[in-house]
């Protein structure tokens, strides 16, 4: 039986980015920070709360509250609410839920918002609880945590494609690069390879630059109709498509590829475009291997080339194929689940020309790519979107 394209979002958009400053510590709630992505995306729109009828949210530090709780703190009453704990997927996953609440009625404007605090001891705190089954799988060996989970998916990616640490090391100094021209970014100096490669091993054969840095920060956007973003005044991106993913490729015994390789096909179908025809590309990037695995499953190059495609491209902002023009994770910080946003955010930032630092030229289409929630051996939840620039 052949499969069913999905039904395009026919006029429904995104509008209204925002962000909430990054900080390396803050001794803010969660609540602070989401409440702040609220109202920076509600002064974006120039509307009230009483006018979002929508609220989905995503965060990691909400415990023991619920998103429900959250209204409450929040003080409106939405007539249609969701909650995503999918990480780094969030931001897509919550882009296509709102999409189709809007686009059935359920919701006129609805506001997806993400944040997270990290005291001293919350990034601790969370890996401790973060999954049993991985508490199961590594802590009997004395090891947890995402940098040995991942030290484990690019030692076993390196030894099966070819990819080298200065193959890796390209992508890291050229998000450095992009995030140079971001404000927001708690990385302000630039990163050369050789700094990349002297850089102290943390779990081999992951080095410091490889890694994510944790801190606070929130992400926002709104979810509408295209006649009253019209109407609003708001610039805005189309949604053209989008695909999600879970627990993809079970039989793999380590994880080498993921979700988007089962759906890319009908991502550009439904869009009507091909990779060729894509300006720029959001990943999720808390490590690099992460990139490499997108840049293969997302069409750009085949399985087991993403390290040729790297050698043949620069990834700046101004160079070819611009990949996270405002720094990605790796530069500019992961603010817990805001992490699933930051590229969604400034995917619509570059297609209403009003980027957080560089933008990109002629940028018409943008893909977004999320990855979340990695369980010992793989990432389970996978999702990307295709926008585009206002006819």
Not at 25 to 48: C, E, M, Q, T
Not at 290 to 301: H, P, V
Request: hydrophobic share 45%; proline share 4%.
């Amino acid at each position: 039986m052949a499969k069913r394209l999905q039904m395009p979002y026919d006029d429904v958009v995104v509008a209204a980015p925002a962000s909430v400053d990054y900080v390396r510590y803050s001794n803010r709630s969660a609540h602070w920070f989401l409440a702040r992505a609220l109202r920076a995306v509600l002064k974006g729109a120039g509307i009230d709360k009483a006018e979002v009828d929508g609220l989905c949210v995503s965060s990691f530090q909400l415990m023991p509250d619920t998103a429900v709780g959250l209204v409450q703190h929040l003080g409106f009453s939405p007539r249609w609410l969701d909650h995503i704990p999918m990480g780094g997927a969030c931001g897509v996953v919550g882009l296509r839920r709102a999409a189709r609440a809007v686009q059935c009625g359920d919701a006129e404007v609805v506001a997806c918002i993400s944040g997270d605090t990290n005291h001293v001891d919350t990034f601790r705190n969370l890996l401790g609880h973060f999954s049993q089954f991985a508490q199961d799988a590594v802590y009997a060996y004395g090891s947890g945590g995402p940098n040995a989970n991942f030290a484990f998916l690019t030692d076993y990616y390196m030894r099966t494609f070819g990819v080298t640490r200065e193959d890796f090391g390209k992508l890291c100094v050229a998000q450095r690069t992009n995030a140079l021209g971001n404000p927001l970014a708690l990385f302000k100096k630039p990163l050369t390879l050789d700094e990349y490669m002297a850089a102290r091993p943390i779990a081999d054969p992951i080095h410091l630059f490889d890694c994510v840095m944790p801190c606070a920060g929130g992400e926002g956007f709104l979810v509408l109709r295209r006649e009253r973003a019209e109407a609003l005044g708001l610039p805005y991106a189309r949604i053209l498509s989008t695909i999600e993913r879970h627990n993809a490729f079970i039989d793999d015994a380590i994880q080498m590829r993921a979700g988007w390789a089962m759906d890319v096909d009908d991502l550009y179908a439904v869009a009507g475009k091909q990779p060729e025809d894509v300006d720029f590309l959001c990943t999720y990037d808390d490590y690099p291997v992460i990139n490499a695995m997108q840049l293969e499953d997302l069409g750009f190059c085949a399985k087991g080339e993403a390290a040729q495609f790297i050698r043949d491209n620069t990834f700046e902002w101004n160079g070819t194929f611009p990949m996270n023009p405002s720094g990605g994770q790796l530069s500019v910080g992961q603010a817990g689940a805001a992490g699933g946003y930051l590229g969604l955010v400034e995917a619509v930032r570059q297609l209403t020309d009003t980027p957080a630092g560089h933008q990109v030229a002629d940028a018409d289409v943008g893909l977004v790519s999320g990855f979340g929630m990695i369980n010992y051996d793989r990432g389970l939840c996978t999702a990307a979107a295709l926008l585009g620039r206002a006819a």
